[in-house]
T-cell receptor, first 114, second 114 residues
Framework: GAVVSQHPSWVICKSGTSVKIECRSLDFQATTMFWYRQFPKQSLMLMATSNEGSKATYEQGVEKDKFLINHASLTLSTLTVTSAHPEDSSFYIC??????????FGSGTRLTVV | AQSVTQPDIHITVSEGASLELRCNYSYGATPYLFWYVQSPGQGLQLLLKYFSGDTLVQGIKGFEAEFKRSQSSFNLRKPSVHWSDAAEYFCAVGQNSGNTPLVFGKGTRLSVIA
């Protein structure tokens, strides 16, 4: 089946540093990747939509300069949290449309900023 | 715009009892409907999905859901709950075409008691 590989699974970083999260579609081409954020005991909220070869579209309230999204190829999209702060600590998860299953999710990245 | 309502924030059932988790959606056309389960600290696991055809959908772990267009509902059911079913359950709606993201409900937390 369609697989999206997300790395790292978890990361701890110091406040003020940047963290990159990668999502790769392993057996299909993902022209579009969706990035979600989930705070503890809450649902998944869409942060942005990335399209291969073009600028990402951010949801209202999401700082595009803080959450840099790059979708340079049909199989790789990255989310970089720049100058991370403790309030950015969250569970980040990517998702892509695939031809057979509709939507495929990565396994998620738990970010802790200390 | 699409939206999903899960009216029950928290449900507690006894092990062996039946379960029904409610989900109502708002979408103008025929929706893609999904149920996911999430254990603490984990990613999403797809339980079942509805695209078209038979409105009663069978999923993994003994779960099923019924699409009722007249009620805009997609309730999840299980005839006999096991202690391992305790988790967070999310209903989500998507479109059957185009590169649009899934929209999630706020989730229902299921507790199972002996």
């Amino acid at each position: 089946g369609a697989v999206v590989s997300q790395h790292p699974s978890w990361v701890i970083c110091k406040s003020g540093t940047s963290v990159k999260i990668e999502c790769r579609s392993l057996d299909f081409q993902a022209t579009t990747m969706f990035w979600y954020r989930q705070f503890p005991k809450q649902s998944l909220m869409l942060m942005a939509t990335s399209n291969e070869g073009s600028k990402a579209t951010y949801e209202q309230g999401v700082e595009k300069d803080k959450f840099l999204i790059n979708h340079a190829s049909l199989t790789l999209s990255t989310l970089t949290v720049t100058s991370a702060h403790p309030e950015d600590s969250s569970f980040y998860i990517c998702s892509a449309r695939d031809p057979q299953y509709g939507y495929t999710f990565g396994s998620g990245t738990r970010l802790t900023v200390v | 715009a699409q939206s999903v309502t899960q009216p029950d924030i928290h449900i507690t059932v006894s092990e062996g009892a039946s379960l029904e988790l409610r989900c109502n959606y708002s979408y103008g056309a025929t929706p893609y409907l999904f149920w996911y389960v999430q254990s603490p600290g984990q990613g999403l696991q797809l339980l079942l999905k509805y695209f078209s055809g038979d409105t009663l959908v069978q999923g993994i772990k003994g779960f099923e859901a019924e699409f009722k267009r007249s009620q805009s509902s997609f309730n999840l059911r299980k005839p006999s709950v096991h202690w391992s079913d305790a988790a967070e359950y999310f209903c989500a709606v998507g479109q059957n075409s185009g590169n649009t993201p899934l929209v999630f409900g706020k989730g229902t937390r299921l507790s199972v008691i002996a």
